[in-house]
């Protein structure tokens, strides 16, 4: 393999973890750093989406970020006959990091968003795992169903719609029809949680290559997985199990999603410690286009030197 090239295709290999196809993004260290990263990312995601953010953590060790089952096209749970709740995506991180990281003595966890409450469902549903983590890191995570700022009436409209779609049928029919590529192309940057997104894309050139992942995005990603994990979340509570080791939690600035005084209450009942660190970015997340350049403020100064170890 490749190092230290800026082509994400270089890093990526095969996975087979629990009967499912996926794949696996393995970066190496950039630098002096030893850590042995372990990233696992948010709802609507892939690898690829991702890479600038690897491009930065990769500074303070090696970088592993692997596919979740139905996301980034990966089969999904669904294949095997299961569901894609959070215990079972728990469980195949910790079949993952059993597997992978056998022999590894410590390791650093991050989650982005919906990823941290799959990490942390794991460590509460393994708490061994807890003395192999040197780090814990949340990028604007978030614990119970409280923690978001959707008015009841939205996030009620929410629930059901996500639910419905959890079904076959639906699934089937809104993958078709609501997600095939000129529909997305035509209404796609008009919708409500969209809007914010391409209001950032300066020049045609921009739009177009934002418009190009986010239909991949949407493509690649199963409906219904999608949409099973969305129903769970907005109904989460995450707070019934402590997990003994402390948190870093990075906070946006104009997060559109989470009420950072909520989430940290309720990290507080999960976690032995809380660090919040805040960021300066405007948004829940880097763009789904986000180079290194774009993406390094979700990783502030002050984390920086934690993951450093320099505090």
Not at 111 to 120: A, C, K, P
Request: charged fraction near 20%; charge should be positive.
């Amino acid at each position: 393999m490749a190092k230290h090239t800026h082509n994400p295709a270089d890093y990526i290999v095969p996975l087979n973890v629990s009967g499912l196809q996926g794949r696996m993004l393995h970066v190496p260290a950039r630098g002096k750093g030893k850590r042995e990263l372990v990233f696992v990312y948010g709802h609507h995601s892939s690898l690829e989406r991702w890479w600038g953010l690897m491009e930065v953590l990769s500074q303070y060790g090696t970088v592993t970020m692997p596919d979740l089952p139905g996301f980034g096209g990966m089969e999904s749970f669904y294949k095997v006959g299961r569901t894609p709740t959070v215990d079972n995506m728990a469980d195949y991180m910790a079949t993952f990091i059993k597997w992978r990281y056998k022999r590894t003595k410590k390791i650093t966890l991050v989650g982005m968003s919906f990823g941290f409450i799959v990490i942390t469902r794991m460590l509460q549903r393994y708490p061994e795992l807890t003395n192999k983590v040197d780090l814990l890191v949340s990028l604007v995570g978030f614990a119970h169903h409280d923690d978001f700022t959707f008015s009841p009436l939205r996030h009620r409209m929410y629930s059901v719609a996500s639910k419905i779609g959890s079904y076959r049928l639906p699934a089937f029919v809104f993958r078709h029809v609501a997600l095939n590529a000129p529909t997305l192309r035509l209404v796609y940057a008009r919708t409500h949680n969209a809007k914010k997104k391409f209001a950032a894309a300066v020049t045609k050139e921009d739009f177009n290559r934002l418009m190009d992942v986010e239909v991949g995005l949407w493509q690649s990603n199963d409906v219904r997985t999608y949409m099973f994990t969305s129903h769970e979340f907005l109904s989460l509570d995450n707070c019934k199990v402590q997990v003994d080791l402390p948190v870093w939690h990075v906070t946006t600035v104009n997060d559109h999603f989470f009420d950072h005084a909520v989430v940290e209450q309720h990290m507080r009942v999960i976690f032995a410690d809380f660090h919040e660190v805040e960021t300066k970015l405007m948004s829940h997340a880097p763009s789904v286009i986000a180079d290194a350049k774009m993406a390094a403020p979700l990783v502030p100064q002050k984390l920086r030197k934690v993951l450093s170890g320099q505090q």
